[in-house]
């Protein structure tokens, strides 16, 4: 079957073997694992995982790839295929009790950041993510203060995940061909978070407005979640901006906003 690759559902199918055997050989998938995998395209990495005897989900979005990758691996028995938005898939509910997931997929670039933060919340059943992104992307969440690249994906993926760049992939590896430079990241949920808070909301909150006008110093970007004297109480200088300060120092800052809001400062 050919199949034309669709611009609305950001479709570029890996054709090059050499890529592919470099994927499958970071994934070091086991016959008595559960993988899942988004949007399985035509089916590149997906028959090696079926060979290997994985237990298979595919999330897929275009039902005509869904009637063609039920077609072409009907005689697996290993394999489930959901058709599905992945932005609004219970990933969650795939997984046994006890039992953790692996996750794979060639995320289309318009989706990749608002479905990552939708697996977020969901680490607790995941064991890894596997993904292949726009490297600007990935350069964003694997970056560490000083970067220019460093934003508030870096500081919110790196508070769930452990993050690595495994290596680039270039164009001409996809038909279509798409006109930026693609990476493979793994992204590895933490165990116990490397921080202690106790609202992840807040701490979003927090990176969202330190980062909106990143020229900003932080007693400037902060001036509504905390005054000055208690940014430099923190030990933390008031004069820098958000891209100099880490993930640590992010967490102080959400903790102190959460147990102090600024309505009481003002009121005592």
Not at 5 to 29: E, P, T, V, W
Not at 58 to 75: H, I, N, P, Q, T
Not at 206 to 220: P, W, Y
Request: proline share 5%.
């Amino acid at each position: 079957m050919a199949h034309k690759a669709r611009k609305r559902f950001g479709q570029n199918f890996l054709h090059d073997h050499h890529i592919i055997s470099n994927i499958l050989g970071s994934l070091f998938y086991q016959k008595e694992q559960h993988w899942v995998e988004i949007g399985p395209g035509q089916g590149a990495l997906t028959e090696s995982l079926l060979k290997s005897g994985v237990q298979l989900d595919v999330v897929e979005l275009d039902r005509d790839l869904v009637k063609y990758l039920g077609s072409r691996f009907a005689d697996y028995q290993n394999l489930t295929i959901h058709s599905s938005d992945a932005l609004r898939f219970d990933f969650s509910a795939l997984a046994a009790e006890g039992e953790k997931l692996h996750i794979l997929g060639n995320l289309p670039y318009n989706i990749s950041t608002p479905l990552m933060f939708h697996l977020l919340e969901n680490t607790p059943s995941i064991a890894d993510m596997t993904f292949m992104l726009q490297k600007e992307v990935v350069d964003r969440i694997c970056a560490g203060p000083g970067s220019k690249k460093y934003g508030r994906l870096s500081v919110m993926m790196q508070y769930y995940c452990e993050t690595e760049h495994l290596f680039d992939v270039p164009p001409e590896s996809f038909t279509p061909q798409p006109k930026v430079m693609s990476s493979i990241v793994r992204l590895v949920p933490h165990e116990q978070p490397p921080v202690l808070i106790d609202s992840v909301e807040m701490l979003n909150t927090v990176v969202i407005s330190a980062f909106s006008q990143r020229r900003k110093t932080l007693r400037n970007s902060l001036k509504k979640l905390i005054t000055e004297e208690n940014i430099t109480a923190l030990d933390i200088n008031p004069t820098l901006r958000a891209e100099t300060i880490s993930l640590q120092d992010f967490a102080k800052l959400s903790q102190f906003i959460q147990q102090n809001p600024l309505e009481e400062i003002d009121e005592s």
